[in-house]
T-cell receptor, first 109, second 118 residues
Framework: GENVEQHPSTLSVQEGDSAVIKCTYSDSASNYFPWYKQELGKRPQLIIDIRSNVGEKKDQRIAVTLNKTAKHFSLHITETQPEDSAVYFCAANDYKLSFGAGTTVTVRA | DTGVSQNPRHKITKRGQNVTFRCDPISEHNRLYWYRQTLGQGPEFLTYFQNEAQLEKSRLLSDRFSAERPKGSFSTLEIQRTEQGDSAMYLC????????????????FGPGTRLTVL
């Protein structure tokens, strides 16, 4: 089955700086790579996703890149704000989601 | 609220008791997934349905677990003879899959049911 590894496990950034989270996956059949944000005690919420026929996707301050050859994808958050503090999960999917272990992002004011 | 809903939100039970959780997906979604999340970890896939058919079960889903989606709408997840290791957040997600089995689809999660087994 699919195995997704996510790094780093924790990330502390100064407000206004950028944050980068990296994930690798094992199954070359995976063709969909979503990112979820989960605040304490709340449901995971989809913030951005990328499909295997695209190398990069951007939505305001958030961008995701995908390298299918190397089987890795990354989340980039620019101009971080305190409300970006949360746990972020990457996932890889063909028809079910396999999640990474999560990255706890803390944005220092 | 037109999102995915789950009930109950919290359940405390004693070891050996049976529990049942309910998930109501987004109404037009044909796929429904169950995941389990323990503290500090990402959600782990348990099982999923396309309409009323249960198409896959993870090896994490022991024979004490059973899930149904009788009319292709809401789903229930039952755990029999609960053990302390079953304590976790049980998340339901739904999606609208337009293609075949291998098609990808955005999954929307419910708020989860937090199970505590004493």
């Amino acid at each position: 089955g699919e195995n997704v590894e996510q790094h780093p496990s924790t990330l502390s950034v100064q407000e206004g700086d950028s944050a980068v989270i990296k994930c690798t996956y094992s199954d070359s059949a995976s063709n969909y790579f979503p990112w979820y944000k989960q605040e304490l005690g709340k449901r995971p919420q989809l913030i951005i996703d990328i499909r295997s026929n695209v190398g990069e996707k951007k939505d305001q301050r958030i961008a995701v890149t995908l390298n299918k050859t190397a089987k890795h994808f990354s989340l980039h958050i620019t101009e971080t704000q305190p409300e970006d503090s949360a746990v972020y999960f990457c996932a890889a999917n063909d028809y079910k989601l396999s999640f990474g272990a999560g990255t706890t992002v803390t944005v220092r004011a | 609220d037109t999102g995915v809903s789950q009930n109950p939100r919290h359940k405390i039970t004693k070891r050996g008791q049976n529990v049942t959780f309910r998930c109501d997906p987004i109404s037009e979604h044909n796929r429904l997934y169950w995941y389990r999340q323990t503290l500090g970890q990402g959600p782990e896939f348990l099982t999923y349905f396309q309409n009323e058919a249960q198409l896959e079960k993870s090896r994490l889903l022991s024979d004490r677990f059973s899930a149904e989606r009788p009319k292709g709408s809401f789903s229930t997840l039952e755990i029999q003879r609960t053990e302390q290791g079953d304590s976790a957040m049980y998340l339901c997600a739904s999606s609208l899959a337009l293609g075949g089995l291998g098609s990808y689809n955005e999954q929307f999660f419910g708020p989860g049911t937090r199970l505590t087994v004493l």
